[in-house]
């Protein structure tokens, strides 16, 4: 019942910027942490920005200075404003939130989603 969609990934020159949003719908009473991870093919995902319920943001060394993470609770939305970009950003970004859902007749569920992914290429 609860789905996450990302989008804005795309090819883009080396020193580039880029702006991912992740949208989270369904049944939910409310997002906690939520945060965008990265993952290259043969290798593990890896966090790339992390921003809590209480806006503290969190960010990979690797990224540091140049991505930054923001949430608008009204949209359920999350964004990731990527600049200075170099081909070693190149990667599947997938949307991560943990998300209270209200499953009706007084029941509730505590998961972690993950969106389907947007893919972003930096070009020499």
């Known amino acids: 019942q609860v789905q996450l969609v990302e989008s804005g990934g795309g090819l883009v020159q080396s020193g580039g910027s880029l702006n991912l949003s992740c949208l989270a719908s369904g049944s939910i009473h409310s997002i906690n942490a939520v945060g965008w991870y990265r993952q290259t093919p043969g290798k593990q995902r890896q966090p790339v920005a992390v921003?809590?319920?209480?806006?503290?943001?969190n960010y990979d060394p690797s990224v540091e200075g140049r991505f930054t993470i923001s949430r608008d609770y009204a949209k359920r939305s999350v964004y990731l404003r990527m600049t200075s970009l170099n081909v070693e950003d190149t990667a599947a970004y997938y949307c991560?939130?943990?998300?209270?859902?209200?499953?009706?007749?007084?029941?509730?569920?505590?998961?972690?989603?993950w969106g389907q992914g947007t893919q972003v290429t930096v070009s020499t």
């Open positions: 991560n939130a943990d998300i209270l859902s209200n499953l009706g007749s007084g029941r509730w569920h505590q998961g972690t989603y």
């Open positions: 921003i809590t319920r209480d806006g503290i943001t």
